[in-house]
Every structure is written in C-alpha cells, then in structure tokens.
C-alpha cells in the first residue's frame, strides 16, 4: 500500500474521477480531497491523498505519465505522501 500526495487539482475534481484516473495504474483504496478557502470562502488550492496498493514499476509508470500533466483545468503534482505528525506521536 502506497500513500500518494496530489496537488495542483482543479477546484471541480471529485473523488472518483480520482480513483478513476488512478485506477488505471493500481487498486485505489481511498481518496481523501482537501480544499483550503480563504477568508471569504473563495477555494485557493485544492490537493488529495490516495492510498493505492501498487507495485514499484507501475507506481514508476503512474509518476511518468500523470506528474506535471494537465488535467481538468490543474496541473498535478504526485509524490509520495509525507508521513504526518500525528502518526509519529506516540504519547
């Protein structure tokens, strides 16, 4: 299982047009989508986690064709998430 981070997304992109654009690449588990606003609730910058079970090549493959492509009005950016905080908190 891999954890990707994708930015750049366009403010109309949904989850399954995620699952769908990376389905093709591995077996897409679940995608969280995330949209900060700013004071008036105007959205600025929307990006996505996906967990996807694939394998090295194929993620190599994923990377090739879809970072820096243009999609739906953005341009992605994919890499793999960075591992939060909170999960290395162990009180």
């Known amino acids: 299982m891999r954890r990707l981070y994708v930015g750049g997304l366009s403010h109309t992109v949904t989850q399954k047009d995620l699952k ?7 077996d897409v588990e679940d ?5 900060r606003k700013d004071e008036d609730g105007v959205p600025y910058k929307t990006f996505g986690y996906i967990n996807i079970n694939i394998s090295d090549a194929d993620l ?3 990377l090739t064709v879809l970072n820096k492509s243009k999609w739906k ?9 960075k591992e939060s905080f909170l999960h290395r908190y162990r009180p």
Do not use: H
Request: charged share 35%; proline share 4%; aromatic share 8%.
């Open 20 to 26: 769908d654009r990376f389905g093709k690449f591995g």
């Open 31 to 35: 995608v969280e989508l995330r949209t």
């Open 60 to 62: 190599k493959k994923c």
């Open 73 to 81: 009005g953005g341009t992605l950016q994919i890499e793999p998430a």
